[in-house]
């Protein structure tokens, strides 16, 4: 029985690094591997994907905006 990997969170998406591999923005968006990786192969992802040699790499600055998500401000983060 194969295990469904959960989305995640809105720390976890927060907390992304600048750049980060295809299976984190898959789990991100909720895809599964498979469909992720032909859909990046198709180039039919719906965020921009960096090529990496044979690796494909996603950026926090297109997810968050996809997803309609802004990092807190200085002002926020005091608060």
Do not use: C, K, W
């Not at 194969?2 to 690094?17: D, N």
């Not at 591997?33 to 600055?61: E, F, K, N, S």
């Amino acid at each position: 029985m194969a295990s469904v990997a959960q989305e995640m969170t809105h720390e976890e998406l927060i907390g992304l690094p600048v750049a980060f591999p295809l299976e984190v923005a898959n789990r991100a968006l909720g895809i599964g591997r498979t469909r992720g990786y032909d859909m990046a192969r198709r180039g039919v992802y719906p965020i921009r994907l960096l090529r990496h040699g044979r690796q494909y790499r996603a950026t926090r600055y297109d997810l968050h905006r996809h997803l309609g998500l802004t990092a807190p401000s200085n002002e926020q983060a005091a608060a």
